[in-house]
């Protein structure tokens, strides 16, 4: 059980976000704080996906970065990765929480913002996946199914044409 705590805590970080633009980040057990200033910039340079009411990872009503905004804090940082989950924001835990009550605690956060974070899980993400063993997206398989159900409209478009044409020879 020690290794698998372990594993976890190794897994934890501090991220620091202040409107200024001041991304830090602590790793347990923590080091000296970072700091990386990035003024002018507007918002924290991420949105989040998750909650009770619109689960992103299978059986887990967790809040994880959905997308690191090019050129904002967070991706000038580097630091903070799509995937990753957010435990807590100024010290209130993100667990259990609808999606709209979660981004109220990050618009309300203030100036200085305190997110716990772990790593990227490796858990099931809840997005669609395809069941094909060879790894084709499910992309293609909805080009099959338009290209048969075109298929099948030019069948019965002629069908239909020619009906009369057919029914004088047979």
């Not at 999606?99 to 716990?116: K, M, N, P």
């Given at each position: 059980?020690?290794?698998?705590?372990?594993?976890?805590?190794?897994?934890?970080?501090?991220?620091?976000?202040?409107?200024?633009?001041?991304?830090?980040?602590?790793?347990?057990?923590?080091?000296?704080?970072?700091?990386?200033?990035?003024?002018?910039?507007?918002?924290?340079?991420?949105?989040?996906?998750?909650?009770?009411?619109?689960?992103?990872?299978?059986?887990?009503?967790?809040?994880?970065?959905?997308?690191?905004?090019?050129?904002?804090?967070?991706?000038?940082?580097?630091?903070?990765?799509?995937?990753?989950?957010?435990?807590?924001?100024?010290?209130?835990?993100?667990?259990?929480?609808?999606?709209?009550?979660?981004?109220?605690?990050?618009?309300?956060?203030?100036?200085?913002?305190?997110?716990?974070?772990?790593?990227?899980?490796?858990?099931?993400?809840?997005?669609?996946?395809?069941?094909?063993?060879?790894?084709?997206?499910?992309?293609?398989?909805?080009?099959i199914l338009v290209a048969v159900l075109g298929a099948a409209a030019a069948v019965t478009f002629l069908y239909m044409r020619f009906q009369p044409q057919l029914r004088r020879h047979f």
């Amino acid at each position: 059980m020690l290794g698998y705590q372990s594993a976890i805590s190794q897994q934890m970080s501090m991220l620091s976000i202040s409107p200024q633009r001041s991304l830090s980040l602590s790793l347990f057990p923590p080091p000296l704080p970072s700091h990386c200033p990035y003024p002018s910039l507007p918002g924290l340079g991420f949105n989040i996906v998750g909650g009770l009411d619109q689960q992103y990872v299978l059986n887990d009503s967790g809040i994880y970065v959905a997308k690191i905004k090019e050129n904002g804090a967070a991706a000038l940082d580097g630091r903070l990765q799509e995937g990753d989950k957010i435990l807590t924001i100024n010290g209130h835990r993100l667990e259990d929480l609808s999606h709209s009550a979660a981004v109220e605690l990050f618009t309300s956060a203030g100036e200085d913002v305190q997110l716990r974070v772990q790593q990227r899980p490796t858990m099931a993400m809840n997005v669609p996946t395809s069941s094909r063993p060879d790894g084709d997206s499910s992309v293609s398989s909805l080009g099959i199914l338009v290209a048969v159900l075109g298929a099948a409209a030019a069948v019965t478009f002629l069908y239909m044409r020619f009906q009369p044409q057919l029914r004088r020879h047979f």
